[in-house]
């Protein structure tokens, strides 16, 4: 089930989301088609500037679309099979 946008996620959920990418940026995919949603051509750059970002910016309601396109990517992957 998708994960439904908030304006400010859990800290809980913040640290398992970066420690999720984290432990895996170095076998992810090298792009990304997320059908409607667009498509990510360099995934791996785009992962790890927006780790930093959530880092810097997770409580700013403003930035949590950001956060949110974070979750999705990994909704994506997961619905694709990579652990």
Same mark, same amino acid.
């Given at each position: 089930?998708?994960?439904?946008y908030?304006?400010?996620?859990p800290p809980h959920?913040?640290? *398992?989301?970066l ?5 895996r940026?170095d076998r @992810?995919?090298p ?11 360099d @995934? #791996? #750059?785009?992962?790890?500037?927006y780790?930093e &970002?959530?880092? @810097?910016c997770? *409580?700013?309601p403003a ?7 974070l979750f999705?990517i990994? *909704?994506h992957?997961?619905?694709?099979? &990579?652990?």
């Amino acid at each position: 089930m998708p994960k439904p946008y908030q304006k400010i996620y859990p800290p809980h959920e913040i640290q *398992e989301l970066l420690q999720w990418f984290t432990d895996r940026l170095d076998r @992810l995919p090298p792009s990304l088609d997320m059908g409607k949603r667009g498509n990510i051509p360099d @995934l #791996r #750059r785009t992962v790890k500037l927006y780790l930093e &970002f959530v880092v @810097l910016c997770h *409580e700013k309601p403003a930035y949590s679309g950001q956060i949110h396109h974070l979750f999705r990517i990994r *909704e994506h992957l997961e619905a694709e099979g &990579f652990q």
